[in-house]
């Protein structure tokens, strides 16, 4: 099992900034994958950003050039960086873990954490 702790959402105004912090623990595998996804009301889950054990990115279109992900390994810790934040960004932000094994993997979700951008 791998748990995934959240934190840094909040409420900030269009064109402001936020980082989003998700610890893991447990049992991660050197072979993994972190990122985030988001949710807004009434939308289905979609991929933000994610970045391999490896270091390989990948962003959404929609926050390339705006958001950052980075990870520190050795405390098993993935950041997402967003600046000049839009109204559109507003969603639940989930942190995911992917345990990556070949044929096989397993996901893993935090609870998720409410980011708000005022227009």
């Known amino acids: 099992q791998v748990q995934l702790v959240e934190s840094g959402g909040g409420l900030v105004q269009a064109g402001g900034s936020l980082r989003l912090s998700c610890a893991a623990s447990?049992?991660?595998?050197?072979?993994?994958?972190m990122g985030w996804y988001r949710q807004a009301p009434g939308k289905e889950r979609e991929l933000v950003a994610i970045?391999?054990?490896?270091?390989?990115?990948n962003y959404a279109d929609s926050v390339k050039g705006r958001f950052t992900i980075s990870r520190d390994s050795g405390k098993n810790t993935v950041y997402l960086q967003m600046s000049s934040l839009k109204p559109e960004d507003t969603a639940v932000y989930y942190c995911?873990?992917?345990?990556?094994?070949?044929?096989?993997?397993?996901?893993?979700w935090g609870q998720g954490t409410q980011v708000t951008i005022s227009s």
């Open positions: 447990g049992n991660i595998f050197s072979n993994n994958r």
């Open positions: 970045i391999t054990s490896g270091g390989s990115t």
């Open positions: 995911n873990c992917r345990n990556v094994r070949a044929g096989y993997n397993v996901d893993y």
